[in-house]
């Protein structure tokens, strides 16, 4: 068995809007466990574990904790860095100065290797700490697990948008372009079928990274889809690319969506299609509410977040380390899961696109395997909506003592 | 009394997530006036009548309608054409061939003007009819109505969008620019600061096309709440301008910003800001979903858009006519309304400003005045949501038979 000691755990990357759920599913999981003193909570992830910012769990209110788990976004705030040799190294140091015997960091595949590293300098430094990745991403790109926490509710939202965003497009005979979330992974944007249950309704066409697309073909279909429906919604995700070559008047806005920062894609399509059907197009890119809507909070998805989170602790105080929690679907309807286990290196910088089996044969759409994988995950909130404008709690932040100098970074 | 006879409705401009709210308060109404014998509804509003594109509304399903009364966007389609001469008297050729003793139009100031032009049309003509305006804009810009049916929803989603993304900039300690519709009148930007009940909340800064802004305070002021709050959420109308002529640097955004296509505002404020803070900014455009994102419904505002409906076919029956239904508000805390009326001609091509006197000082915010005001009207739904995606009844669409020849706009 482990050793008694204390507990760090951190949030990393891009927020979700289950991602404190995992948060108070590891505090409430480790107030009814002995072997944890204190639970820290670093501020801004790895960022704050570098600079001795952490915060006791333990001494925030229960009731602050119980309404964290539906507040979106990072409550300890989050980090994009990425750790070199000598960060790690200072992590090991402010571990030992602060007694952490048990580490959990929640976040995507950058995030997993961070756990990984850390968790073989601790073996090799003879520390002995458990060290347990817990899974995080709207993009549900991590492999192994059957899905990841924060993808759910993403994934509810941008489904939602295209449904309410189809009516407004269907009421003008527009066409609409909905710009979602995803650089090299389309589930977010493939899931946005899920809605589509009567074939007038939208999105007509959807899609992924994970497909070149050829422009005419491209425009074919949204010219049949109009002729056909009287609007036409398309739903595309911001790492849109065409298959090069083709195109030859518009060659230079193809070049641009090879290469364009993200972000611009559905405005790109959006004037092209306008040209081509001269028919008006409108477009809305999701942006960031993706990560933190909370009106579209999936309950499966909290679930699953607080049950990840939980589950870490619980088998961190057991001894296992070296590990992230996963998701085990037992059932599709009723959705049931299991966590599970898998080895940090497994899932480490990995990246889980869209199978091309997923996808139809003219890979502008999803197959039914594809929306029976994803639906369940897109269920509905069941806690009341509140009448008031969202408001949140506020973490007291009782930060503890720094017990190192201070740590630059080196360049 | 009027004789009786059929009515027509259209829906006109943009949809808003309550305009079917008004459509089935008026339907509803109907039904139980035997003044009424068919009421159709105009397929995308004027443009409808002029082509007699015009359904059977009391051939729908009693569940349909009901289900209508949530569906956000209009249900009959909606135009934005602005009726000329030939084409108003075009309308009076279809009424009398449908024999149209009711004419209900459910729109902004413009469409107020339409329904004005229409009541004269009909007097000047000797055909007995009833023309009642029911106002409808997430504007908010209609003047004598306490506020407009549409504007609640509206507001209570941009407001809830607000809230949300600050949650996502605060991990970040980011800048973020949301840009909500509005392109002369500030009251939905305006209406995102009730959801800042404490300091540190979000919208720190509120900028309205009402005032032209000064690009020095404007940076000054992001300045000072940035590095009081460690983050900072900037809500800007897209019709937000500075005022000629001062920074001098870079007056090529500042004309891009004056002259630009709506929509582009959070891009270009935020890029600034990012220069001169040097910290990330986001930026979130809030995009047609302000008219559509049925799950911030307002119960208030879906209340009164039924009941403007509801008030608009009573008053027609018994006699009033050439007027626009109004809110007053006989009370704010709890909200109660009661539904009054004003000339057309008050109404029509009128545009309601937020008055000056409900910004602070700065003009980067609003007063406590302002807040009593817009508070209530974004009171959550109180209906329960769906835990499957949305979705939406089709009407049947039951047309009526045309009467008369096919009808060419003239150029």
Same mark, same amino acid.
């Given at each position: 068995?482990?050793? $008694?000691?204390?507990?760090?755990?951190?949030?990393?990357?891009?927020?979700?809007?289950?991602?404190?759920?995992?948060?108070?599913?590891?505090?409430?999981?480790? =107030?009814?466990?002995?072997?944890?003193?204190?639970?820290?909570?670093? !501020?801004?992830?790895? #960022?704050?574990?570098?600079?001795?910012?952490?915060?006791?769990?333990?001494?925030?209110?229960?009731?602050?904790?119980?309404?964290? $788990?539906?507040?979106?976004?990072?409550? !300890?705030?989050?980090?994009?860095? $990425?750790?070199?040799?000598?960060?790690?190294?200072?992590?090991?140091?402010?571990?030992?100065?602060?007694?952490?015997?048990?580490?959990?960091?929640? /976040?995507?595949?950058?995030?997993?290797?961070?756990? =990984?590293?850390?968790?073989?300098?601790?073996?090799?430094?003879?520390?002995?700490?458990?060290?347990v990745?817990?899974?995080?991403?709207?993009?549900?790109?991590? *492999?192994?697990?059957?899905?990841?926490?924060?993808?759910?509710?993403?994934?509810?939202?941008?489904?939602?948008?295209?449904?309410?965003?189809?009516?407004?497009?269907?009421?003008?005979g527009?066409?609409?372009?909905?710009?979602?979330?995803?650089? =090299?992974? /389309?589930?977010?944007?493939?899931?946005?079928?899920?809605?589509?249950?009567?074939?007038?309704?939208?999105?007509?066409?959807?899609?992924?990274? +994970? *497909?070149?697309?050829?422009p005419?073909?491209?425009?074919?279909?949204?010219?049949?889809?109009?002729?056909e429906?009287?609007?036409?919604?398309?739903?595309?995700?911001?790492?849109? #690319?065409?298959?090069?070559?083709?195109?030859?008047?518009?060659?230079?806005?193809?070049?641009?969506?090879? =290469?364009?920062?993200?972000?611009?894609?559905?405005?790109? @399509?959006?004037?092209?299609?306008?040209?081509? @059907?001269?028919?008006?197009?409108?477009?809305?890119?999701?942006?960031?509410?993706?990560?933190?809507f909370?009106?579209?909070?999936?309950?499966?998805?909290?679930?699953?977040?607080?049950?990840?989170?939980?589950?870490?602790?619980?088998?961190?105080?057991?001894? +296992?380390t070296?590990?992230?929690?996963?998701?085990?679907?037992?059932s599709?309807?009723?959705?049931?899961?299991?966590? +599970?286990?898998?080895? @940090?290196?497994?899932?480490?910088?990995?990246?889980?696109?869209?199978?091309?089996?997923?996808?139809?044969?003219?890979?502008?759409?999803?197959?039914?395997?594809?929306?029976?994988?994803?639906?369940? !995950?897109?269920?509905g909130?069941?806690?009341?909506?509140?009448?008031?404008?969202?408001?949140?709690?506020?973490?007291?932040?009782?930060?503890?003592?720094?017990?190192?100098?201070?740590?630059?970074?080196?360049?």
């Amino acid at each position: 068995m482990p050793p $008694k000691g204390n507990a760090l755990i951190g949030q990393s990357g891009g927020p979700t809007i289950v991602i404190n759920g995992s948060l108070v599913g590891a505090v409430e999981a480790a =107030h009814k466990r002995d072997e944890i003193q204190t639970f820290y909570g670093a !501020l801004n992830g790895i #960022s704050g574990i570098l600079n001795e910012q952490m915060i006791d769990l333990f001494r925030e209110d229960s009731d602050t904790i119980a309404r964290l $788990k539906t507040t979106p976004s990072a409550g !300890l705030g989050t980090c994009r860095l $990425k750790p070199k040799t000598p960060d790690l190294e200072r992590c090991m140091e402010v571990f030992k100065a602060h007694n952490i015997r048990y580490f959990f960091y929640n /976040g995507g595949n950058d995030s997993q290797l961070t756990c =990984h590293l850390i968790s073989e300098l601790a073996k090799g430094s003879d520390w002995d700490m458990q060290v347990v990745g817990i899974p995080k991403t709207i993009d549900n790109d991590l *492999v192994v697990t059957d899905n990841c926490p924060g993808f759910g509710s993403a994934a509810r939202y941008a489904a939602s948008c295209v449904q309410f965003a189809a009516k407004d497009a269907e009421a003008f005979g527009a066409i609409e372009v909905v710009e979602v979330m995803g650089r =090299h992974a /389309g589930w977010l944007t493939a899931a946005t079928q899920v809605g589509r249950v009567d074939d007038y309704m939208a999105p007509h066409l959807v899609y992924v990274p +994970e *497909v070149e697309v050829n422009p005419d073909e491209f425009l074919a279909d949204c010219r049949s889809c109009y002729d056909e429906y009287g609007y036409l919604v398309v739903a595309v995700s911001e790492g849109f #690319s065409f298959a090069e070559s083709s195109l030859g008047t518009t060659s230079q806005k193809v070049d641009e969506f090879g =290469h364009a920062r993200l972000g611009g894609v559905a405005e790109a @399509l959006g004037e092209m299609i306008e040209e081509e @059907l001269g028919v008006r197009a409108r477009t809305d890119r999701l942006g960031n509410l993706q990560r933190c809507f909370a009106f579209a909070t999936s309950q499966v998805d909290l679930d699953e977040a607080y049950a990840v989170g939980a589950d870490a602790v619980n088998r961190a105080c057991e001894g +296992e380390t070296d590990i992230m929690v996963t998701i085990q679907r037992k059932s599709s309807e009723p959705f049931v899961f299991e966590t +599970e286990t898998t080895s @940090l290196m497994s899932v480490a910088d990995e990246t889980r696109l869209v199978p091309l089996d997923w996808l139809n044969e003219r890979k502008n759409g999803v197959t039914e395997e594809f929306v029976e994988y994803a639906r369940p !995950l897109l269920q509905g909130y069941e806690g009341p909506l509140p009448a008031a404008l969202p408001s949140f709690p506020r973490l007291r932040k009782s930060m503890a003592e720094p017990k190192l100098g201070e740590y630059v970074r080196p360049k």
